[in-house]
């Protein structure tokens, strides 16, 4: 299965994701913007907060923040190829949250993660 916490598996794979998505033992955020989500669909499940919205919603004192997100929980974000998900994961890491670049949306789709339109 996948590992969220011991030193054996450094890196959260995109199938890691799925598995941790479907036992409800993470979150999964797309940070692609909307018009690209209506072109490609986004991972079944998953929360889709754009990167230019991250650091607002992410955060668990500010005024903004969205109730599904909670620090506590270990959080899998993906874009369309990595840059921008890598990003939202520097953020997420400096609001205290375990954040990990699973990569891009062809990544979850090639780890056979249910996608919904």
Known sequence: MFNLFGAAKPRLTAADAVAGL????????????????RASGTAEGGLHLPLALI???????????????????????????????GMAVQVLQR???TA??????????AAGGPVTR
């Open 55 to 85: 650091a607002l919603k992410a955060d668990p004192k500010g005024p903004d923040h969205d109730a599904r997100l909670d620090p506590a929980r270990p959080v899998a974000v993906f874009c369309a190829s990595g840059g921008r998900s």
């Open 100 to 109: 990990h670049n699973i990569g891009g949306f062809g990544d979850w789709c």
């Open 22 to 37: 479907a036992s409800g033992a993470i979150t999964v955020i797309d940070c692609r913007e909307a018009n690209e989500l």
């Open 95 to 97: 609001l205290g949250y």
